[in-house]
């Protein structure tokens, strides 16, 4: 305690009249607990604000907060099914599965191609700038990686529709071949990180909540990317596909596991994701996407025919809901995060009703 | 060219703002809004895009015969803040655009010409200081007067300081200084003069160092701060991890289902 | 400033604020000089990184306090007991630099024996005519100087006039007939009456009536008084936190006395430094814009006494010996520069076309007779009355009785403003359509616009070159008033009437360069300096004046600053030395530290080696140093004094320092020049919550006038319980005065964005108050509203058995600009300390009750009907402690 103690010089100075004794308790209590609780004064409402190794300064944020809209988590979200999607049209072709789960995986990737560069770009401070980006390379600056990234991915992924596209509609053809087999390959390569890298992004920053996670962030985007793209070809029609249903699963099962990891760590750095709105969105997120969906696709194995299609497109919906609601929570519970002056002071939280009253 | 530093020594701020003032003029910085904060007698609370040098009022409780020079005492101390030029800089390791580099003055320095208003520094900084503007969408922090220092001149907060709280100067030279100072305060039995300056730390030092009565934390300094990038390798392996988990599954999984299901489920 | 004036013979601070750094000690008291002086306190800053002691004495913990060694909180207008606690300390314990105070100041002289004290009487002096309101100071002076019945001059000032008078005390005719003791033993030489008379300011008094814990006290007194005697200084630093009392002159006495006990005037780290305000403050009062003084301290004439004719005018105030032997040589020199060639020995070198002063007109003097309806018109230029002069009510009712009115500025501030939307118009005691004022309102070129000096507040002249043209039709001061005087001399060319006269005999004939047909400030700058006007040669100081008519000279104390054409000191920019000798020009004679004779021992021979300054060189035969010695130069130490026969200067011989008093001593008793006593006594505020514990019949100073009438009420005192807290104004760094130059820029409003009262923890208990909430404060003049700022800074004093809490407000809030707030100056009463006619600012009552004011008319049925409520006094926070417990 940083108690700062009232020097009474000579010890003379305090008259003893009961006025006076209160008077003096009432200047302790204002140094100690930082308000003054008497009549007259609303004992919440009242802060006397304070800057002390115990407040930091005023309880001011120390860092500052994500400037990015809506736009951000979208990108996220977008990206990580685009990337999955990509990843599992390629191996899909390659094992030969169904032509339309195929076509529609790579529509899904030419889908994220388009619209993930068109929501990063509108989010920039200077849209116009976005080929700045393009000065340089940058291997430290996961935005850098990233950047690059997307743009071979959405190259590659939109040469590969396009190719497919134009050869089912005017016959197949050599260069249309090239362009499919190479932009699927890419797609491919450059699918595996993007489906992932922006946990890394966000990982690799000041904020707590986020490099606390970075060793997890990237698998758990991955997941839930591939849940969502899952997901979107199971809405699509693709409900029967056995490999799907086992990949749902798998990223449901996955997600079940973060969601007890984060609701198991008690360390404050995780406090964003388990109080507030952050917190009770990252919870829905994490159950969309963990065991509803799981239960739902157990559900299917053992619906019968009639039942399985409808009991598999709604785990679809509940992880691709989820997906979605997963990276604005990550996002939110940045910017409580960084509201939080008392992780990066590394000042202990004393009172816990104190820190579930506000942020 | 030499590399240069800020000394900020809060025992002889004398929380004026002239730092805080001479450089919005010098830079031509927009206004930080006309908001009371009750905070004593800071207004502006913090760095940030409409404020590059910002002075902190720490204020604990004075008692009659202990002016705030008291050794015994640390009753209301100012703070002159300002971005820490960090030797290994969150903000410039993060830029995707090549836009924050370093200057031959040591410094970290935003080009406005090339900012493309990413946002990605913002939440690299450990010390929460660069900030986009919202008006211009540009990020905006301290220049280190880098237009000032390149004609010679010394930067226009330094300038301005009228009590040389603010020491401006080669960096190696005011090391020395800063610990001769802290020397000289401790024995004036200012024991609880430190200087801030996050050497062991991913940060590396600093370009602005701090020296400050008290608890570093009571004027937003944080004890460990680290350059974003220390987590770099562990989220390059986590990504390579969920990759590997991505293609191995989804070849095993495909690989499993063979074209069957495809078929059936075919025109 | 008489209570330097008279103590020490000039109205300036006596040192420069680069001497701060050689200071032992340091007493920042009146002031918050970090925060209002920040420039200067890097010195102060320096000295305490050299091992001095910085001490700071305020009712608030402020920036400086955060910057001293010691602070001390004392009750809003208590200072004179303060110092009287220092005073008697130095008498009591035999702390006086014995050597210094038997030679160089007057505490030797013996006074005569019918004058009597206010220990003797009650709080009041002999001499006091109560039905004048008023003392006739005869019996104050010198015993051996002539008596009324014995006939001879009346000393003093002139009685009509305020009281900046020649700033340097009477007696002129009469220096040389008093006796003196030097063992400083005689019953009833100064140093033994002041011994007396300070022998009731105890430690514990000081306790009691201060609020100051005696330990503290004592801690402070020691710590200060050291710095003495040859191998140690100290420095008194102040400003408007003691100017702005009803007995603020007497303030600044107690600070005199005290330097001169402890030997600390005109020597290296010594001093009193007075902070002036305002960018040039020093240089309109050195060239006034006060209507009692002409430039260089001359009195103005005035109608009742007897200055009709220049011989009388000078007889009046020319001394035999000292520097004011000269008095007829800077009056006559002044005369020629405005008169020309139409001032000749035959018509008294224009004395009669000098306007007399007729009567109070002061700012107040004039403002009330405004609002009496008996002026029409006003010119304000630099000033913005509506929000930074007291009862802002009653200022601004004032403007509309106007026929015109002429605002020069570079906004339109809430003077220019006030028929619009000035609070009056909100709450219908005013309405456009009915004002007839006719407000003209003018750009004025701002500093950078405009080429011209400064004189701060060390009396340091600094000239400037313009370094951007005024924007659109705005121009220099100099610009209008040369064009608006040369037209009002064509008018006055053509109508011949005698009260022209003057005007045509005016000379104004200043070049003018540019398109503007701007005058040279360079030519007003020599005109100021003065030349001969035999040969046109520029003058090389004001020993060369004359007073026959053959110099011409605007401000003999300035003279020296232009001494040949090219030279133009105030211009200089080579510092050289620690006092920074070619920067600038200090009047006089570029003379940083002021009577530094006393630097040196009677013999010539400095104090000691670490505080030499100015010493007598036995080879040359002159006296050297580092500072210009201010003192004749080839006068050697042991020149025999011949007070009683002799003339000028010289009369004083080789080792009296204070060279402008007739007895070339400092004063620690002054005999005559100050309306409420020869020295200082403690007084309390015109409004106070307590009694005066020293003089329970004499509650207040006697010769300061309240202007108590109807728009100008004043609360009971003492403890009017509808008003039980201390009122005390001030300011913040971030804003200037009232306002106009930094409530309209963003980079400053943005700083302290909102009014806001500083009250402690304990009075925002007693008086239900939360923090960032809003309060409201009433006075009889005036209710405001202010955001609350609970603090520790702001002390809960222990006085006389009681709580005394205080209220701060800073005053820098109006209701335009891009922040506003409510006028603090409605708060305040419109009164004049005796000697100088300052309001008081810095200590009032007040009652302060949580929320908004009523807006509109509700807010003035608040201020009459609703200043009291239920509880808020001490008894009533005993009464919620028990319940909160
Ligand atoms: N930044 C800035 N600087 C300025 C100005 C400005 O407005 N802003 N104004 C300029 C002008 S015009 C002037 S005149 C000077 C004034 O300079 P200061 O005199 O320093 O100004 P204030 O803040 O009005 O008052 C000084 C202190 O007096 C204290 N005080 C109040 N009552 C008493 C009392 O009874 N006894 C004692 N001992 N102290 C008391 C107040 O708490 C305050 O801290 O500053 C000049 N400098
Ligand atoms: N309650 C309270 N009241 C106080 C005081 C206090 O301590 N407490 N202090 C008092 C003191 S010390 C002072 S000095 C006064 C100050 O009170 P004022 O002198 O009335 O206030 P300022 O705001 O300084 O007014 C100066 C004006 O001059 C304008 N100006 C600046 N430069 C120029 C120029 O070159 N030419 C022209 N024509 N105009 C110019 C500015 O824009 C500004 O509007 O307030 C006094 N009032
Ligand atoms: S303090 Fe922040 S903005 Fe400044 S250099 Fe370091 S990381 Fe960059
Ligand atoms: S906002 Fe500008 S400076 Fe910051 S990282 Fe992005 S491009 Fe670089
Ligand atoms: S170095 Fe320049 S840009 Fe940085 S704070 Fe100082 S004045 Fe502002
Ligand atoms: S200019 Fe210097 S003294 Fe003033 S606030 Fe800034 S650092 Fe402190
Ligand atoms: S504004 Fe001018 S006068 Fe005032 S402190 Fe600053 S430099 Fe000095
Ligand atoms: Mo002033």
Same mark, same amino acid.
């Given at each position: 305690?940083?108690?700062?103690?009232?020097?009474?010089?000579?010890?003379?100075?305090?008259?003893?009249?009961?006025?006076?004794?209160?008077?003096?308790?009432?200047?302790?209590?204002?140094?100690?607990?930082?308000?003054?609780?008497?009549?007259?004064?609303?004992?919440?409402?009242?802060?006397?604000?304070?800057?002390?190794?115990?407040?930091?300064?005023?309880?001011?944020?120390?860092?500052?907060?994500?400037?990015?809209?809506?736009?951000?988590?979208?990108?996220?979200?977008?990206?990580?099914?685009?990337?999955?999607?990509?990843?599992?049209?390629?191996?899909?072709?390659?094992?030969?599965?169904?032509?339309?789960?195929?076509?529609?995986?790579?529509?899904?990737?030419?889908?994220?191609?388009?619209?993930?560069?068109?929501?990063?770009?509108?989010?920039?401070?200077?849209?116009?700038?976005?080929?700045?980006?393009?000065?340089?390379?940058?291997?430290?600056?996961?935005?850098?990686?990233?950047?690059?990234?997307?743009?071979?991915?959405?190259?590659?992924?939109?040469?590969?529709?396009?190719?497919?596209?134009?050869?089912?509609?005017?016959?197949?053809?050599?260069?249309?071949?090239?362009?499919?087999?190479?932009?699927?390959?890419?797609?491919?390569?450059?699918?595996?990180?993007?489906?992932?890298?922006?946990?890394?992004?966000?990982?690799?920053?000041?904020?707590?909540?986020?490099?606390?996670?970075?060793?997890?962030?990237?698998?758990?985007?991955?997941?839930?990317?591939?849940?969502?793209?899952?997901?979107?070809?199971?809405?699509?029609?693709?409900?029967?596909?056995?490999?799907?249903?086992?990949?749902?699963?798998?990223?449901?099962?996955?997600?079940?596991?973060?969601?007890?990891?984060?609701?198991?760590?008690?360390?404050?750095?995780?406090?964003?994701?388990?109080?507030?709105?952050?917190?009770?969105?990252?919870?829905?997120?994490?159950?969309?996407?963990?065991?509803?969906?799981?239960?739902?696709?157990?559900?299917?194995?053992?619906?019968?025919?009639?039942?399985?299609?409808?009991?598999?497109?709604?785990?679809?919906?509940?992880?691709?809901?989820?997906?979605?609601?997963?990276?604005?929570?990550?996002?939110?519970?940045?910017?409580?995060?960084?509201?939080?002056?008392?992780?990066?002071?590394?000042?202990?939280?004393?009172?816990?009703?104190?820190?579930?009253?506000?942020? | 060219?030499?590399?240069?530093?800020?000394?900020?020594?809060?025992?002889?701020?004398?929380?004026?703002?002239?730092?805080?003032?001479?450089?919005?003029?010098?830079?031509?910085?927009?206004?930080?809004?006309?908001?009371?904060?009750?905070?004593?007698?800071?207004?502006?609370?913090?760095?940030?895009?409409?404020?590059?040098?910002?002075?902190?009022?720490?204020?604990?409780?004075?008692?009659?015969?202990?002016?705030?020079?008291?050794?015994?005492?640390?009753?209301?101390? %100012?703070?002159? +803040?300002?971005? !820490?030029?960090?030797?290994?800089?969150? @903000?410039?390791? /993060? #830029? $995707? *655009?090549? =836009? &924050?580099?370093?200057?031959?003055?040591?410094?970290?320095?935003?080009?406005?010409?090339?900012?493309?208003?990413?946002?990605?520094?913002?939440?690299?900084?450990?010390?929460?200081?660069?900030?986009?503007?919202?008006?211009?969408?540009?990020?905006?922090?301290?220049? %280190?007067?880098? +237009?000032?220092? !390149?004609?010679?001149?010394?930067?226009? @907060?330094?300038? /301005? #300081? $009228? *009590?040389? =709280? &603010?020491?401006?100067?080669?960096?190696?030279?005011?090391?020395?200084?800063?610990?001769?100072?802290?020397?000289?305060?401790?024995?004036?039995?200012?024991?609880?003069?430190?200087?801030?300056?996050?050497?062991?730390?991913?940060?590396?030092?600093?370009?602005?160092? %701090?020296?400050?009565?008290?608890?570093?934390?009571?004027?937003?300094?944080?004890?460990?701060?680290?350059? $974003? *990038?220390?987590?770099?390798?562990?989220?390059?392996?986590?990504?390579?991890?969920?990759?590997?988990?991505?293609?191995?599954?989804?070849?095993?999984?495909?690989?499993?289902?063979?074209?069957?299901?495809?078929?059936?489920?075919?025109? | 400033?008489?209570?330097?004036?008279?103590?020490?013979?000039?109205?300036?601070?006596?040192?420069?604020?680069?001497?701060?750094?050689?200071?032992?000690?340091?007493?920042?008291?009146?002031?918050?000089?970090?925060?209002?002086?920040?420039?200067?306190?890097?010195?102060?800053?320096?000295?305490?990184?050299?091992?001095?002691?910085?001490?700071?004495?305020?009712?608030?913990?402020?920036?400086?306090?955060?910057?001293?060694?010691?602070?001390?909180?004392?009750?809003?207008?208590?200072?004179?007991?303060?110092?009287?606690?220092?005073?008697?300390?130095?008498?009591?314990?035999?702390?006086?630099?014995?050597?210094?105070?038997?030679?160089?100041?007057?505490?030797?002289?013996?006074?005569?024996?019918?004058?009597?004290?206010?220990?003797?009487?009650?709080?009041?002096?002999?001499?006091?005519?109560?039905?004048?309101?008023?003392?006739?100071?005869?019996?104050?002076?010198?015993?051996?100087?002539?008596?009324?019945?014995?006939?001879?001059?009346?000393?003093?000032?002139?009685?009509?006039?305020?009281?900046?008078?020649?700033?340097?005390?009477?007696?002129?005719?009469?220096?040389?007939?008093?006796?003196?003791?030097?063992?400083?033993?005689?019953?009833?030489?100064?140093?033994?009456?002041?011994?007396?008379?300070?022998?009731?300011?105890?430690?514990?008094?000081?306790?009691?009536?201060?609020?100051?814990?005696?330990?503290?006290?004592?801690?402070?007194?020691?710590?200060?008084?050291?710095?003495?005697?040859?191998?140690?200084?100290?420095?008194?630093?102040?400003?408007?936190?003691?100017?702005?009392?009803?007995?603020?002159?007497?303030?600044?006495?107690?600070?005199?006395?005290?330097?001169?006990?402890?030997?600390?005037?005109?020597?290296?780290?010594?001093?009193?430094?007075?902070?002036?305000?305002?960018?040039?403050?020093?240089?309109?009062?050195?060239?006034?814009?006060?209507?009692?003084?002409?430039?260089?301290?001359?009195?103005?004439?005035?109608?009742?006494?007897?200055?009709?004719?220049?011989?009388?005018?000078?007889?009046?105030?020319?001394?035999?010996?000292?520097?004011?032997?000269?008095?007829?040589?800077?009056?006559?020199?002044?005369?020629?520069?405005?008169?020309?060639?139409?001032?000749?020995?035959?018509?008294?070198?224009?004395?009669?076309?000098?306007?007399?002063?007729?009567?109070?007109?002061?700012?107040?003097?004039?403002?009330?007779?405004?609002?009496?309806?008996?002026?029409?018109?006003?010119?304000?230029?630099?000033?913005?009355?509506?929000?930074?002069?007291?009862?802002?009510?009653?200022?601004?009712?004032?403007?509309?009785?106007?026929?015109?009115?002429?605002?020069?500025?570079?906004?339109?501030?809430?003077?220019?403003?006030?028929?619009?939307?000035?609070?009056?118009?909100?709450?219908?005691?005013?309405?456009?359509?009915?004002?007839?004022?006719?407000?003209?309102?003018?750009?004025?070129?701002?500093?950078?616009?405009?080429?011209?000096?400064?004189?701060?507040?060390?009396?340091?002249?600094?000239?400037?070159?313009?370094?951007?043209?005024?924007?659109?039709?705005?121009?220099?001061?100099?610009?209008?008033?040369?064009?608006?005087?040369?037209?009002?001399?064509?008018?006055?060319?053509?109508?011949?009437?005698?009260?022209?006269?003057?005007?045509?005999?005016?000379?104004?004939?200043?070049?003018?360069?540019?398109?503007?047909?701007?005058?040279?400030?360079?030519?007003?700058?020599?005109?100021?300096?003065?030349?001969?006007?035999?040969?046109?040669?520029?003058?090389?100081?004001?020993?060369?004046?004359?007073?026959?008519?053959?110099?011409?000279?605007?401000?003999?104390?300035?003279?020296?600053?232009?001494?040949?054409?090219?030279?133009?000191?105030?211009?200089?920019?080579?510092?050289?030395?620690?006092?920074?000798?070619?920067?600038?020009?200090?009047?006089?004679?570029?003379?940083?530290?002021?009577?530094?004779?006393?630097?040196?021992?009677?013999?010539?021979?400095?104090?000691?080696?670490?505080?030499?300054?100015?010493?007598?060189?036995?080879?040359?035969?002159?006296?050297?140093?580092?500072?210009?010695?201010?003192?004749?130069?080839?006068?050697?130490?042991?020149?025999?004094?011949?007070?009683?026969?002799?003339?000028?200067?010289?009369?004083?011989?080789?080792?009296?320092?204070?060279?402008?008093?007739?007895?070339?001593?400092?004063?620690?008793?002054?005999?005559?020049?100050?309306?409420?006593?020869?020295?200082?006594?403690?007084?309390?505020?015109?409004?106070?919550?307590?009694?005066?514990?020293?003089?329970?019949?004499?509650?207040?100073?006697?010769?300061?006038?309240?202007?108590?009438?109807?728009?100008?009420?004043?609360?009971?005192?003492?403890?009017?319980?509808?008003?039980?807290?201390?009122?005390?104004?001030?300011?913040?760094?971030?804003?200037?005065?009232?306002?106009?130059?930094?409530?309209?820029?963003?980079?400053?409003?943005?700083?302290?964005?909102?009014?806001?009262?500083?009250?402690?923890?304990?009075?925002?208990?007693?008086?239900?108050?939360?923090?960032?909430?809003?309060?409201?404060?009433?006075?009889?003049?005036?209710?405001?509203?202010?955001?609350?700022?609970?603090?520790?800074?702001?002390?809960?004093?222990?006085?006389?058995?009681?709580?005394?809490?205080?209220?701060?407000?800073?005053?820098?809030?109006?209701?335009?600009?891009?922040?506003?707030?409510?006028?603090?100056?409605?708060?305040?009463?419109?009164?004049?300390?005796?000697?100088?006619?300052?309001?008081?600012?810095?200590?009032?009552?007040?009652?302060?009750?949580?929320?908004?004011?009523?807006?509109?008319?509700?807010?003035?049925?608040?201020?009459?009907?609703?200043?009291?409520?239920?509880?808020?006094?001490?008894?009533?926070?005993?009464?919620?402690?028990?319940?909160?417990?």
């Amino acid at each position: 305690m940083s108690e700062a103690k009232i020097h009474v010089i000579g010890g003379t100075r305090v008259p003893d009249s009961s006025s006076e004794q209160r008077l003096v308790e009432i200047r302790q209590e204002a140094e100690r607990r930082g308000e003054v609780r008497a009549i007259g004064i609303r004992p919440s409402g009242a802060p006397f604000p304070k800057a002390s190794p115990e407040t930091g300064y005023y309880g001011l944020p120390l860092l500052k907060q994500p400037p990015w809209t809506w736009k951000i988590p979208l990108y996220f979200f977008a990206g990580g099914a685009a990337g999955a999607a990509a990843v599992m049209g390629a191996i899909a072709d390659y094992a030969g599965a169904d032509r339309k789960l195929v076509r529609d995986a790579r529509w899904i990737a030419a889908a994220g191609a388009v619209i993930s560069p068109a929501l990063l770009i509108a989010d920039l401070g200077r849209p116009a700038r976005f080929l700045n980006m393009l000065r340089v390379f940058k291997p430290q600056s996961p935005m850098s990686v990233g950047v690059w990234t997307l743009l071979g991915f959405s190259g590659a992924a939109a040469a590969t529709a396009f190719a497919g596209f134009m050869g089912e509609r005017y016959g197949p053809s050599l260069p249309l071949r090239v362009i499919e087999n190479a932009g699927q390959a890419a797609s491919l390569v450059f699918g595996l990180p993007f489906s992932n890298y922006t946990g890394v992004l966000i990982g690799a920053t000041a904020i707590p909540v986020w490099n606390q996670n970075v060793g997890d962030l990237p698998i758990h985007f991955a997941a839930s990317g591939l849940g969502a793209a899952v997901g979107l070809l199971e809405m699509m029609g693709n409900d029967k596909s056995r490999a799907l249903q086992a990949l749902g699963l798998g990223a449901a099962l996955f997600e079940c596991w973060e969601g007890l990891r984060i609701e198991g760590r008690g360390h404050s750095h995780f406090d964003p994701l388990k109080h507030g709105p952050s917190g009770w969105m990252t919870r829905a997120g994490g159950v969309l996407s963990g065991p509803v969906a799981f239960v739902l696709r157990a559900a299917s194995l053992f619906g019968g025919n009639k039942h399985s299609s409808a009991l598999r497109r709604w785990a679809g919906i509940s992880a691709l809901a989820g997906s979605l609601v997963t990276r604005i929570a990550w996002v939110q519970a940045g910017h409580v995060s960084a509201r939080n002056w008392r992780e990066p002071l590394q000042i202990p939280v004393e009172d816990q009703a104190e820190l579930l009253g506000g942020s | 060219m030499s590399v240069t530093a800020f000394l900020t020594d809060s025992t002889l701020c004398i929380g004026c703002k002239a730092c805080e003032v001479a450089c919005k003029e010098w830079n031509g910085v927009t206004g930080d809004g006309l908001d009371w904060s009750g905070f004593s007698y800071d207004n502006t609370g913090s760095i940030g895009a409409s404020t590059w040098r910002h002075v902190k009022f720490v204020e604990h409780a004075p008692e009659p015969g202990f002016g705030g020079n008291a050794p015994e005492m640390n009753s209301w101390s %100012f703070s002159s +803040d300002v971005c !820490k030029h960090c030797e290994n800089a969150g @903000c410039l390791e /993060a #830029c $995707p *655009t090549g =836009s &924050i580099v370093r200057t031959e003055f040591g410094g970290v320095y935003v080009q406005p010409d090339v900012c493309n208003g990413c946002g990605y520094c913002v939440v690299s900084c450990p010390f929460g200081v660069v900030e986009r503007n919202e008006d211009d969408g540009r990020a905006f922090k301290c220049t %280190f007067c880098y +237009d000032r220092q !390149k004609a010679g001149l010394i930067p226009a @907060c330094a300038k /301005a #300081c $009228p *009590t040389e =709280s &603010i020491q401006f100067g080669e960096i190696d030279t005011l090391r020395g200084k800063a610990e001769a100072r802290l020397e000289e305060l401790r024995r004036r039995g200012m024991r609880d003069a430190t200087l801030y300056d996050p050497l062991d730390t991913s940060v590396g030092g600093t370009h602005a160092m %701090f020296i400050v009565r008290g608890d570093p934390r009571s004027y937003n300094l944080p004890p460990k701060p680290e350059v $974003p *990038t220390i987590y770099l390798k562990k989220g390059w392996a986590s990504s390579a991890v969920a990759a590997a988990v991505l293609l191995g599954g989804t070849l095993l999984a495909f690989l499993a289902d063979g074209g069957r299901n495809g078929r059936r489920n075919g025109r | 400033m008489p209570g330097l004036g008279t103590s020490f013979g000039r109205g300036g601070a006596t040192t420069a604020q680069q001497d701060l750094a050689n200071a032992d000690a340091i007493l920042i008291m009146g002031s918050s000089m970090a925060e209002n002086h920040p420039v200067g306190f890097q010195w102060v800053v320096a000295a305490r990184e050299r091992g001095a002691k910085i001490i700071h004495v305020d009712p608030r913990f402020t920036r400086t306090s955060a910057m001293a060694d010691i602070w001390v909180p004392l009750r809003a207008g208590s200072d004179i007991i303060f110092l009287g606690g220092l005073i008697h300390y130095v008498l009591e314990h035999g702390k006086e630099f014995r050597e210094y105070v038997v030679n160089y100041t007057n505490a030797p002289t013996i006074l005569r024996d019918d004058f009597r004290d206010t220990e003797d009487l009650d709080g009041l002096f002999s001499g006091w005519d109560a039905d004048k309101r008023k003392y006739s100071p005869e019996t104050w002076l010198y015993e051996g100087a002539p008596s009324k019945e014995t006939g001879g001059e009346k000393p003093g000032h002139s009685d009509v006039g305020g009281g900046h008078g020649k700033d340097r005390g009477g007696e002129a005719e009469d220096a040389g007939k008093f006796e003196a003791d030097p063992s400083l033993e005689h019953p009833r030489c100064v140093f033994q009456v002041l011994k007396r008379h300070f022998s009731r300011y105890t430690p514990e008094m000081v306790e009691r009536y201060c609020g100051v814990p005696k330990e503290v006290f004592l801690k402070t007194a020691e710590a200060f008084t050291s710095a003495s005697g040859p191998e140690k200084t100290g420095a008194i630093c102040y400003a408007v936190g003691w100017t702005q009392h009803s007995n603020g002159v007497q303030i600044i006495r107690s600070a005199a006395i005290l330097q001169l006990l402890l030997g600390n005037i005109g020597r290296p780290g010594g001093g009193i430094l007075a902070l002036r305000g305002h960018a040039s403050i020093q240089g309109s009062t050195d060239i006034p814009t006060l209507y009692d003084i002409l430039p260089g301290y001359l009195p103005m004439p005035s109608f009742e006494s007897d200055s009709h004719k220049l011989k009388d005018y000078i007889k009046k105030h020319k001394a035999r010996t000292g520097l004011w032997a000269n008095f007829d040589k800077y009056f006559i020199s002044l005369l020629k520069a405005y008169y020309g060639e139409a001032a000749s020995a035959e018509n008294e070198f224009g004395f009669k076309w000098l306007p007399r002063v007729t009567g109070d007109h002061s700012h107040f003097g004039y403002w009330l007779e405004m609002a009496d309806g008996k002026m029409e018109g006003l010119f304000v230029m630099g000033q913005n009355p509506a929000v930074g002069a007291p009862n802002g009510r009653l200022q601004r009712k004032a403007l509309a009785k106007l026929k015109w009115l002429v605002v020069r500025d570079m906004v339109e501030t809430e003077t220019a403003s006030f028929w619009y939307d000035s609070p009056e118009v909100e709450r219908g005691e005013l309405a456009p359509q009915t004002i007839g004022t006719e407000v003209f309102l003018f750009p004025a070129a701002g500093t950078a616009e405009k080429e011209g000096t400064f004189t701060n507040t060390q009396r340091l002249l600094q000239y400037r070159k313009k370094a951007v043209e005024p924007p659109g039709d705005a121009r220099s001061e100099t610009w209008f008033m040369y064009h608006l005087g040369r037209r009002l001399k064509e008018k006055a060319k053509k109508d011949a009437r005698p009260r022209n006269a003057g005007l045509n005999a005016l000379t104004w004939n200043y070049s003018t360069e540019g398109q503007h047909a701007e005058p040279k400030v360079e030519e007003v700058l020599q005109e100021i300096n003065g030349y001969s006007l035999r040969d046109h040669k520029l003058l090389e100081n004001y020993k060369s004046l004359k007073n026959d008519g053959s110099t011409s000279c605007g401000a003999w104390i300035y003279s020296g600053v232009f001494p040949q054409p090219g030279e133009n000191k105030a211009n200089k920019r080579e510092p050289q030395g620690y006092l920074g000798h070619g920067w600038g020009f200090a009047w006089p004679n570029d003379c940083r530290i002021i009577y530094n004779r006393a630097s040196a021992r009677p013999d010539g021979k400095p104090w000691s080696e670490r505080k030499k300054l100015v010493w007598w060189d036995e080879e040359k035969k002159q006296w050297t140093g580092l500072d210009t010695p201010d003192f004749e130069k080839t006068m050697p130490p042991d020149a025999k004094e011949d007070i009683r026969r002799g003339q000028g200067v010289e009369a004083l011989g080789g080792a009296k320092p204070f060279i402008l008093h007739p007895d070339g001593v400092g004063w620690i008793y002054v005999a005559s020049g100050l309306k409420d006593g020869p020295l200082p006594t403690h007084y309390e505020p015109l409004e106070s919550p307590i009694s005066n514990p020293l003089y329970p019949k004499q509650q207040t100073d006697p010769a300061a006038d309240k202007k108590e009438r109807p728009d100008n009420p004043y609360a009971a005192s003492p403890g009017d319980s509808r008003f039980p807290y201390v009122l005390t104004t001030y300011r913040l760094t971030e804003h200037h005065t009232a306002g106009g130059m930094s409530r309209t820029l963003s980079h400053l409003a943005e700083l302290q964005p909102e009014l806001f009262t500083e009250v402690s923890p304990e009075l925002a208990a007693d008086a239900g108050l939360e923090h960032g909430e809003w309060a409201t404060i009433i006075t009889p003049r005036g209710i405001v509203e202010a955001r609350v700022m609970i603090t520790r800074r702001m002390r809960s004093l222990w006085v006389d058995g009681r709580r005394v809490h205080h209220v701060g407000l800073p005053y820098h809030w109006g209701y335009r600009g891009l922040v506003k707030g409510d006028v603090v100056n409605d708060l305040l009463a419109i009164s004049e300390e005796p000697n100088v006619r300052i309001m008081e600012s810095k200590a009032l009552v007040c009652n302060i009750v949580p929320g908004r004011r009523a807006a509109g008319k509700g807010a003035l049925r608040q201020l009459f009907f609703g200043t009291t409520r239920a509880g808020g006094t001490r008894t009533s926070l005993e009464s919620k402690s028990v319940e909160s417990k």
